[in-house]
Protein backbone atom coordinates (compact mmCIF):
# COMPACT_ATOMS: atom_id res chain seq x y z
CA UNK A 1 0.00 0.00 0.00
CA UNK A 2 1.26 3.52 -1.25
CA UNK A 3 1.87 5.73 1.89
CA UNK A 4 1.15 9.44 1.68
CA UNK A 5 1.90 12.59 3.10
CA UNK A 6 -1.29 14.90 3.09
CA UNK A 7 -0.23 18.18 3.72
CA UNK A 8 -1.78 21.55 4.27
CA UNK A 9 -0.85 24.81 2.72
CA UNK A 10 -1.64 27.90 4.24
CA UNK A 11 0.93 28.49 6.98
CA UNK A 12 2.20 24.72 7.38
CA UNK A 13 3.80 25.17 3.34
CA UNK A 14 3.36 29.03 3.14
CA UNK A 15 4.04 31.68 5.45
CA UNK A 16 0.68 33.13 7.52
CA UNK A 17 -0.19 35.94 5.13
CA UNK A 18 1.54 39.26 6.17
CA UNK A 19 0.57 42.28 7.47
CA UNK A 20 1.96 44.52 4.83
CA UNK A 21 -0.57 42.43 2.64
CA UNK A 22 -3.57 43.27 4.88
CA UNK A 23 -2.16 46.90 4.80
CA UNK A 24 -2.49 47.17 1.62
CA UNK A 25 -5.72 44.90 0.77
CA UNK A 26 -7.16 47.30 3.01
CA UNK A 27 -5.75 50.27 1.77
CA UNK A 28 -7.16 49.21 -1.47
CA UNK A 29 -10.44 48.89 0.36
CA UNK A 30 -10.67 51.96 1.93
CA UNK A 31 -11.41 49.87 5.34
CA UNK A 32 -8.99 50.17 8.80
CA UNK A 33 -6.84 47.03 8.75
CA UNK A 34 -8.63 45.56 11.59
CA UNK A 35 -11.75 45.88 9.91
CA UNK A 36 -10.82 44.85 6.40
CA UNK A 37 -8.86 41.29 8.30
CA UNK A 38 -12.23 40.45 9.72
CA UNK A 39 -14.28 41.35 6.71
CA UNK A 40 -11.75 38.80 4.94
CA UNK A 41 -11.72 35.81 7.00
CA UNK A 42 -15.39 36.55 7.75
CA UNK A 43 -16.80 35.79 4.04
CA UNK A 44 -13.48 33.47 2.60
CA UNK A 45 -15.60 30.39 3.70
CA UNK A 46 -17.71 30.50 0.17
CA UNK A 47 -14.68 31.61 -1.56
CA UNK A 48 -12.68 28.66 -1.04
CA UNK A 49 -15.83 26.95 -1.81
CA UNK A 50 -15.33 28.47 -5.62
CA UNK A 51 -17.29 31.35 -5.30
CA UNK A 52 -16.24 33.91 -7.55
CA UNK A 53 -13.56 36.86 -7.02
CA UNK A 54 -16.12 39.61 -7.44
CA UNK A 55 -18.59 38.12 -5.09
CA UNK A 56 -15.80 37.29 -2.52
CA UNK A 57 -14.47 41.19 -3.11
CA UNK A 58 -17.99 42.77 -3.44
CA UNK A 59 -18.68 41.25 0.23
CA UNK A 60 -15.66 42.22 2.15
CA UNK A 61 -15.92 45.73 0.71
CA UNK A 62 -19.70 46.02 1.06
CA UNK A 63 -20.54 46.95 -2.23
CA UNK A 64 -20.03 46.01 -5.95
CA UNK A 65 -16.57 45.84 -6.79
CA UNK A 66 -15.26 46.92 -9.96
CA UNK A 67 -13.56 44.56 -12.09
CA UNK A 68 -10.12 46.90 -11.87
CA UNK A 69 -10.31 46.67 -8.03
CA UNK A 70 -11.32 42.96 -7.88
CA UNK A 71 -8.31 42.31 -10.11
CA UNK A 72 -5.98 44.43 -8.56
CA UNK A 73 -6.92 42.44 -4.99
CA UNK A 74 -6.92 39.19 -6.25
CA UNK A 75 -2.97 39.80 -7.15
CA UNK A 76 -1.98 41.30 -3.56
CA UNK A 77 -3.97 38.59 -1.97
CA UNK A 78 -2.53 35.84 -3.87
CA UNK A 79 1.27 37.67 -3.77
CA UNK A 80 0.38 37.26 -0.25
CA UNK A 81 0.17 33.69 -0.15
CA UNK A 82 3.08 32.91 -1.87
CA UNK A 83 5.67 33.39 0.30
CA UNK A 84 7.16 29.65 1.33
CA UNK A 85 8.29 28.80 5.20
CA UNK A 86 11.84 27.95 3.92
CA UNK A 87 11.91 25.12 5.91
CA UNK A 88 8.56 23.26 5.74
CA UNK A 89 8.59 22.34 1.74
CA UNK A 90 12.53 21.01 2.02
CA UNK A 91 11.77 18.57 5.04
CA UNK A 92 8.44 17.50 3.64
CA UNK A 93 10.64 16.46 0.24
CA UNK A 94 13.50 14.96 2.23
CA UNK A 95 11.20 12.79 4.07
CA UNK A 96 9.20 11.76 1.13
CA UNK A 97 12.70 10.18 -0.74
CA UNK A 98 13.79 8.95 1.90
CA UNK A 99 10.81 6.89 2.76
CA UNK A 100 9.70 6.70 -0.02
CA UNK A 101 6.48 8.46 1.12
CA UNK A 102 3.88 10.09 -1.96
CA UNK A 103 2.94 13.87 -1.29
CA UNK A 104 -0.07 14.87 -1.48
CA UNK A 105 -1.59 18.75 -1.02
CA UNK A 106 -4.57 19.65 0.81
CA UNK A 107 -5.76 23.11 0.94
CA UNK A 108 -9.22 25.43 1.84
CA UNK A 109 -8.29 27.55 -1.08
CA UNK A 110 -9.86 29.61 -3.93
CA UNK A 111 -9.49 29.41 -7.55
CA UNK A 112 -6.87 32.10 -8.01
CA UNK A 113 -4.46 30.66 -5.27
CA UNK A 114 -5.42 27.33 -6.76
CA UNK A 115 -3.82 28.21 -9.91
CA UNK A 116 -0.95 30.32 -8.80
CA UNK A 117 0.07 26.81 -6.97
CA UNK A 118 0.14 24.86 -9.93
CA UNK A 119 1.61 27.25 -11.86
CA UNK A 120 4.92 26.84 -8.86
CA UNK A 121 7.57 25.16 -9.48
CA UNK A 122 7.85 23.48 -6.69
CA UNK A 123 4.25 22.16 -6.87
CA UNK A 124 5.19 19.10 -9.17
CA UNK A 125 6.91 17.52 -5.98
CA UNK A 126 3.15 16.86 -5.13
CA UNK A 127 1.85 13.91 -6.61
CA UNK A 128 -1.60 15.27 -6.17
CA UNK A 129 -3.03 18.35 -5.18
CA UNK A 130 -6.55 19.16 -4.05
CA UNK A 131 -8.17 22.48 -3.51
CA UNK A 132 -11.89 23.50 -1.66
CA UNK A 133 -12.91 25.83 -4.52
CA UNK A 134 -12.64 22.27 -6.78
CA UNK A 135 -13.89 19.84 -4.36
CA UNK A 136 -16.61 21.99 -3.44
CA UNK A 137 -15.86 20.70 0.13
CA UNK A 138 -13.22 22.09 2.59
CA UNK A 139 -12.24 21.21 5.98
CA UNK A 140 -13.05 20.26 8.63
CA UNK A 141 -15.53 18.28 6.75
CA UNK A 142 -14.72 14.74 6.91
CA UNK A 143 -16.71 14.97 3.10
CA UNK A 144 -13.22 15.93 2.11
CA UNK A 145 -10.95 13.53 3.66
CA UNK A 146 -13.15 10.92 2.11
CA UNK A 147 -13.05 12.79 -1.36
CA UNK A 148 -9.30 12.61 -1.43
CA UNK A 149 -8.99 9.01 0.18
CA UNK A 150 -10.89 7.82 -2.96
CA UNK A 151 -9.26 9.99 -5.51
CA UNK A 152 -5.96 8.73 -3.91
CA UNK A 153 -7.17 4.97 -3.46
CA UNK A 154 -5.93 4.82 -0.17
CA UNK A 155 -6.94 3.78 3.27
CA UNK A 156 -6.80 5.76 6.06
CA UNK A 157 -4.00 4.29 7.92
CA UNK A 158 -1.31 4.81 5.50
CA UNK A 159 -2.28 8.76 4.95
CA UNK A 160 -0.56 10.98 7.43
CA UNK A 161 -2.45 14.44 7.57
CA UNK A 162 -0.72 17.83 8.10
CA UNK A 163 -2.68 20.84 9.55
CA UNK A 164 -2.17 24.26 11.72
CA UNK A 165 -5.54 23.59 12.66
CA UNK A 166 -7.13 21.87 15.30
CA UNK A 167 -9.77 21.21 13.97
CA UNK A 168 -8.75 19.83 10.64
CA UNK A 169 -6.57 17.20 12.16
CA UNK A 170 -9.09 16.36 14.82
CA UNK A 171 -12.31 15.76 11.59
CA UNK A 172 -8.82 13.77 10.06
CA UNK A 173 -7.93 11.82 12.86
CA UNK A 174 -11.97 10.37 13.49
CA UNK A 175 -12.10 8.99 9.99
CA UNK A 176 -9.33 7.21 11.14
CA UNK A 177 -6.24 9.17 9.07
CA UNK A 178 -3.03 9.85 11.32
CA UNK A 179 -2.70 13.45 11.80
CA UNK A 180 -0.54 15.92 13.56
CA UNK A 181 -0.62 19.49 14.39
CA UNK A 182 1.71 21.59 12.28
CA UNK A 183 3.28 24.58 14.83
CA UNK A 184 6.70 24.99 13.60
CA UNK A 185 8.91 23.73 10.70
CA UNK A 186 11.60 22.73 13.65
CA UNK A 187 9.45 20.33 14.96
CA UNK A 188 8.20 18.91 11.67
CA UNK A 189 11.18 16.48 10.90
CA UNK A 190 10.47 14.45 14.10
CA UNK A 191 6.58 14.54 13.56
CA UNK A 192 7.75 12.92 10.48
CA UNK A 193 9.85 10.17 11.92
CA UNK A 194 7.46 9.64 14.79
CA UNK A 195 4.91 8.41 11.94
CA UNK A 196 7.32 6.18 10.01
CA UNK A 197 8.31 4.63 13.06
CA UNK A 198 4.71 4.05 14.10
CA UNK A 199 3.54 2.57 10.02
CA UNK A 200 6.84 0.05 10.46
Not at 84 to 96: E, K, M, Q, S, V
Not at 161 to 181: C, K, P, S, W
Request: glycine share 6%.
Amino acid sequence: MTRWVLADYGEVISDPLPEQTIGELADLAGLQADEFRARYWKFRPPYDLGQSDRAYWSAVLGRQAEPDLVAAMVRVDMAGWMTLNPRTLPALIRFGIRAGVRLALLSNAPEPLAAAIDHSGWSARFHRRFYSCRLGLAKPDPAVFQAVLDNLGATPQSVLFIDDRAENTLAATALGLQAVRFTSAEELPGQLEDWEASTR
